[in-house]
Every structure is written in structure tokens, then in C-alpha cells.
């Protein structure tokens, strides 16, 4: 998949960077891990180009911010 220069643009894996405006929110999930922190996963797909983005929040220590789901169709980004 070709990225647009917006999603191109997007700072990934650091808790509080912006998407961008082409961005639209299709789902959002939040989780509690027993004994630990509510994870909230929200993932929004790219009007421009198609992308799939995910957006983790959470105050533990994994992955933060903006990732790229990778395309399905290639099995890359």
C-alpha cells in the first residue's frame, strides 16, 4: 500500500502524537488486565489513502501511540 503524504507524516509509537485530519475513527475497544491498567485500542483507516492505523493508550509499559496495521493483503506496510 502507497501512504499518503498525511500518513507519512505520522509520528508513531510516541504516546500523544496527532494523527491527522484524513483519519476516521471505525472502532474503538478498552480492556482491563487484571491486577494492572484499562487499555484502550482505537483504530482509524486513512480517507486519502486507505491506511489502517491503531492508536494504543494505556499507562503501562508497552506500546504507546500511533502503529500501522500492516496491509493483509501483502503482509507488509
Known sequence: ???????????????????HPGLRIVDTRRSRIPGS????????????????????????NGPKGWALVPDEGTGSE
Open 1 to 19: 500500500m502507497q501512504l499518503c503524504e498525511n500518513c507519512l507524516s505520522v509520528t508513531r509509537d510516541t504516546s500523544g502524537a496527532p494523527g
Open 37 to 60: 491498567v484499562t487499555v484502550t485500542i482505537s483504530t482509524f483507516r486513512c480517507q486519502e489513502c486507505g491506511a489502517i492505523w491503531r492508536y494504543r493508550e494505556a499507562k503501562d
